[in-house]
C-alpha cells in the first residue's frame, strides 16, 4: 500500500511549502533518532515524504502519478547508496538524480537540520565540535489569579530535577583531582578518519572514542555524581509573570530544564492557567462585568459605581437605558501582551424588574401608562 506523504507530514493538499516545511521540521525534531524517545522508522518516513512534497517537481509528479512516480520512493533501497552515474558534470550544481530521484542540495538548511550536520556526512565542515548532550525539558502548569494575569506577577517555584552535581560543580571531576587533555585526540574531541563514500575515500571526523567527545580526561571522577556531573535536587526558579498573560498560554525559560551530564540544560515551559474571578470575565484585552439598576434608574438616568480591575469608578446611566445595554470604558482592560495600551472595559447593565408589587406600586404604574 503506498503511503500518503501529505498525511504522514499532517498537511493539507493544499499546503503551501512553508507550511511543509513547518510541519517537517517540527516532527523531524520530535522523531529524530538521536533524541530520546526518537523514532528513526517515523524520521525515515517523514523525511521521505519532505523530499518529495518540498520540491515543487516531484511534488507535482506525486499528485499526478502517487508514490510510485519515477521510482523515486525511498524505500525502494536507493537511499544516499544508490547514486550511480556522475559523469555529466558537477553532481553539486543544481541537484543530481539516481534513476529518476533528484535530490537538490541548495537548501542546506533543511539537510543541516535532518542529518545533525554535513561535516559529519561529507567530512570535514565542525573540526572543533565536541560531543554534545543536552537535558531534558520540563513542563510546570502555574495557576495564576486574574489580577496576576492583567498585571503581572512574580511567583517562586521550586523545582525537582536533574542538577548540576554540587560537588564537582558539573565537571565530574573529584575536587583536587587532576582533569589534562586527552592524549588521543589532543584535546579537541574529535579524531580524523578516512570514510568510503559514494565520491570515493573523503577525510572525515568522528568522536573521539577515548574521551567521548568531552576532549578532557579526569584523574578521578568525582565521588558524589560518579563522574556524570549530575544528582537529583532541587532548585528555587524566580519567574516574572508579564502582564497580559492569556490563559493555556506557555512561558519558555530557557536553560532552566534539567541539567546534562557535561551537556546544556534543557527548557522550562510554564503553563499558565487563570483562576476564574466572580466579578469579571475575559474576552481578549478587553474585560467584561455586570452592573444591576433599578427600573427607576433606568427610566430617568442616574450615576453608578462600578469595580473595574483598577478600582471603582463612576458610569452614567442615561435615561431609558434598555437591560443587557453595553458601555464601553476606555483604556481599563487587560494590558496589550505584545504592544502599548490596554484592551477596554465593557459593563453589561441589566435592569432589575421588580418580582413583586404592592397594591399601590402597581396602581402608580398603571397611572404611569408607560
Known amino acids: 500500500m503506498s503511503k500518503d506523504y501529505y498525511n504522514l507530514l499532517g498537511v493539507s493538499k493544499n499546503a503551501s511549502p512553508e507550511e511543509i516545511k513547518k510541519a517537517f521540521r517540527k516532527l523531524a525534531h520530535e522523531h529524530h533518532p538521536d533524541k530520546q524517545g526518537g523514532n528513526a522508522e517515523k524520521f525515515k518516513e517523514i523525511n521521505e515524504a519532505y523530499q518529495t512534497l518540498g520540491n515543487e517537481q516531484k511534488r507535482k509528479q506525486y499528485d499526478q502519478f502517487g508514490q510510485s512516480f519515477g521510482g523515486s520512493s525511498a524505500g525502494g533501497g536507493q537511499g544516499f547508496g544508490g547514486f550511480q552515474d556522475f559523469s555529466h558534470g558537477n553532481?553539486?550544481?543544481?541537484?543530481?538524480?539516481?534513476?529518476?530521484?533528484?535530490?537538490?542540495?541548495?537548501?542546506?538548511?533543511?539537510?543541516?537540520?535532518v542529518f545533525g550536520g554535513l561535516g559529519d556526512l561529507f567530512g570535514g565542515g565542525r573540526k572543533n565540535s565536541k560531543k554534545s548532550a543536552r537535558g531534558r525539558d520540563l513542563e510546570v502548569e502555574l495557576d495564576l489569579d486574574f489580577s496576576e494575569a492583567v498585571f503581572g506577577a512574580e511567583k517562586m517555584i521550586d523545582l525537582q530535577k536533574d542538577i548540576n552535581c554540587p560537588v564537582c560543580q558539573g565537571s565530574g571531576a573529584e575536587p583536587g583531582s587532576k582533569v589534562s587533555n586527552c592524549l588521543h585526540c589532543g584535546g579537541r574531541g574529535r579524531v580524523q578518519r578516512v570514510q568510503q563514500t559514494i565520491f570515493g575515500n573523503m577525510a572525515a571526523e568522528a568522536v573521539c572514542p577515548e574521551c567521548q567527545g568531552e576532549g578532557k580526561k579526569i584523574e578521578k571522577k568525582c565521588r558524589h555524581c560518579h563522574g556524570e556531573g549530575i544528582s537529583k535536587g532541587s532548585e528555587k526558579i524566580k519567574?516574572?509573570?508579564?502582564?497580559?498573560?492569556?490563559?493555556?498560554?506557555?512561558?519558555?525559560?530557557?536553560?532552566?530544564?534539567?541539567?546534562?551530564?557535561?551537556?546544556?540544560?534543557?527548557?522550562?515551559?510554564?503553563?499558565?492557567?487563570?483562576r476564574p474571578n466572580k466579578k469579571f470575565t475575559r474576552e481578549g484585552e478587553d474585560v467584561i462585568s455586570q452592573a444591576h439598576i433599578s427600573v427607576r434608574q433606568a427610566a430617568l438616568g442616574d450615576k453608578?459605581?462600578?469595580?473595574?480591575?483598577?478600582?471603582?469608578v463612576a458610569l452614567r446611566i442615561p435615561e431609558g437605558t434598555q437591560s443587557h445595554t453595553q458601555f464601553r470604558l476606555k483604556e481599563k482592560g487587560v494590558p496589550h501582551l505584545q504592544g502599548r495600551g490596554r484592551g477596554d472595559h465593557l459593563v453589561d447593565v441589566i435592569v432589575d424588574i421588580p418580582k413583586h408589587l404592592d397594591r399601590q406600586q402597581k396602581k402608580l404604574i398603571e397611572d404611569l401608562n408607560i
Do not use: C, M, R
Open 91 to 113: 553532481p553539486f550544481g543544481q541537484g543530481f538524480s539516481s534513476q529518476g530521484f533528484n535530490f537538490n542540495f541548495g537548501d542546506f538548511e533543511d539537510l543541516e537540520y
Open 239 to 274: 519567574i516574572n509573570i508579564p502582564a497580559g498573560i492569556h490563559d493555556e498560554q506557555s512561558l519558555k525559560l530557557s536553560g532552566k530544564g534539567e541539567a546534562a551530564s557535561k551537556g546544556a540544560p534543557g527548557d522550562l515551559y510554564l503553563k499558565i492557567h487563570i
Open 304 to 312: 453608578i459605581e462600578v469595580e473595574t480591575v483598577d478600582g471603582p
